[in-house]
């Protein structure tokens, strides 16, 4: 096996990975797959291309770098989204590990949806020619609502139960539809009213504190009415909802990443007390913070540059 210097493409190596090897016979699924460097390149790592026989909605959870095709390079940062098409070539390169929701579903799925989903702001920008793509993102809140639909949808498909395959396309006809309702480009991001951006970076920074909608009314000058009209307009929920979505997905990255029992992550993603926390995490998620723990939110694809892809190839 040859390790590239740089990322690179033959026509009569491109693997084309097939849906029934992820999916186990379902025509929709999802995982996460994380990226990590390769030890032979010190300062930026490379995928080898591929494509794949099935649609393949991407979000970039944590990480940056650069999403490659065959017409055009869009970076990626946290919240980047993407669809890839089937027989699409592509590739990535990282300087950081990158870790991506992966949602992948068959195209007959959608036929009877299209005209309804063709009807929402967002369908143009994702369900583009891929010479058109734009860089289009989703907020935290977001990224916390398509965790939880991917854990359930992940579940759905290793647990195989009855009615499995309806609940994969609701989830999936739910994931798409929220994200076709909250995708923006960067460049219309960074137009959000100012007032309110002043009190979602606060959110941001300071979740782990008790944070009223009188104090961050306050912060953006304007009325508790006309700050919690304007939030709404601007971030398709209510100002506590978002910080609770925000809280709830710092939560799941803490029952991931570290050792700290449910008490300590209550209290560090500003929940009064671990029961409320367990609480709200069990209605958001839908399992508790334990099992959610145990389960690592559904499988993982970890992925070293070009070995794994080469692995599953031939799925």
Known sequence: MDFPGKTRKRASSIYCL????????????ALKSVHFMNDWEKELSH????????????????????HLTDSQKLPLRP?????????????????????????????????PYRKSLSGLAGYPLLF????????????????????????????????????????????LLNLLVLVLRKSCS??????????IGIAVAFMR?????????????RLANLSESSFFRKFREEMKTSPMQWLLNLRIRKAMEFLIRSDMNIGEIAAATGFS???????????????????YRSQAHGPRQIIHGLQTLEEIGDI
């Open 18 to 29: 097939k849906l029934k090897g992820y999916s186990g016979g379902y025509h929709a699924t």
């Open 47 to 66: 995928t080898q291309y591929h494509k794949h026989n099935f649609y393949e909605l991407a979000v970039v959870l944590r990480g940056a770098g650069t």
């Open 79 to 111: 919240g980047s989204v993407f669809l890839l098409h089937p027989g699409e070539s592509h590739a990535y390169e990282y300087s950081e590990p990158l870790t991506l929701m992966n949602f992948m579903f068959d195209s007959q799925i959608l036929r």
């Open 128 to 171: 583009c020619p891929a010479e058109e793509r734009r860089e289009l993102c989703v907020d935290s809140a977001t990224l916390a609502e398509l965790d939880i639909l991917l854990h359930a949808m992940a579940m759905e498909s290793r647990q195989r139960s009855a009615g499995a395959e309806l609940l994969l396309i609701s989830h």
């Open 186 to 195: 960067y460049v219309e991001r960074e137009r959000f009213n100012s007032d």
């Open 205 to 217: 920074r300071n979740y782990q504190e008790e944070i009223s909608l009188p104090k961050l009314a």
């Open 273 to 291: 007390d671990s029961l409320y926390f367990s609480r709200q995490f069990r209605r958001q998620v839908g399992v508790s913070p334990k099992n």
